[in-house]
């Protein structure tokens, strides 16, 4: 009788659990493990979706092909020829001015644009409207709005400029001005847009504090709204810049493809002068440029926007 267990009424006295209140363990894959499984399907479709192309274009890349039809295996010759092709490094230089003065101006005109549309005025909603109107007008047909603007006959730019029958289209820097003014009309709604998205992430009371301090304006701007506009600054000039890159549309349209951008060369090779291996080529040395661009941006300025964000 002494080897009986005498601790039994004390557990229960003192409510700790004993063997047979003791939980079961759960059988099965976990949660974490379990969504792991269903979105796995999704991912790896979506990589094959955006994978395969820049593969294949890879592929196409290496080989040598007259018009249409692939010939000998080329390897690197293809690239080795398009960058010591001086046409090849002048496109890249039009590219990347065009995307530097495009999107400076795009970004000072959309941080106007969406700080007046954060400003709570009569007739707001209409306000907003009409700035957004240019961005939902298609590409195309605001190229070819603004090469009839541009073009000696109407010449409804040279009327209003008092500039006769000067031709912005012929060539020269005036053909780039006049494409970098059609993008800016363009494009500058849509950095307003997520530059008003950021804004209207910051709290009123903050602005509240600085007028109290006595700050003026300029310096609650700068001391209040760029530091906490960091990400979405990031964001909108990373989405612009990459989309500059690729200009080819507004390019091609209003200057019949003078303007040489990079993506203007790709087309010639794929429609004036058929050749695969060439085209796939520089849209590989495209796609490169822009990998490149994308990472110098994400670790020069995502630095800062974490750091303003411990």
Known sequence: MASQDTTAPDRQRSGAPGPADAQPKREGIGERALAKIFLTPSFALMGIIALFPVGYAIYQSLWEFRFFNRG???????YQQALTSGRFWEAVLITLAFTLVSVAIQFVIGMVFALIMNTEIKGRGVIRAVILVPWVVPTVIAAQMWRLMFSV??????????????DWLGGGPSMFWAVVIADVWK?????????????QTIPGDLYEAGKVDGASWTQRFFQI??????PAIVVALLFRSVDALRIFDQAYVMTRGRLE?????????IVQDPNPG???TLSTLTF???????????????????????
Not at 288 to 310: K, N, Q, T
């Open 72 to 78: 000998d295996f080329a390897g690197l010759g293809n």
């Open 153 to 166: 006959n109407p010449g409804y730019i040279n009327n209003w400029l008092g500039l006769g029958n000067f």
């Open 187 to 199: 494009t500058a709604p849509f950095v307003a847009l997520l530059l008003l998205a950021g804004l």
């Open 225 to 230: 709204t760029l530091p906490l506009l960091k």
């Open 261 to 269: 951008t990079l993506s203007v060369l790709v087309q010639r090779f």
């Open 278 to 280: 060439t085209a796939n």
């Open 288 to 310: 490169i440029l822009l990998m490149i661009v994308g990472i110098v941006f994400i670790r020069l300025m995502g630095r800062d926007v974490v750091e303003s964000g411990r």
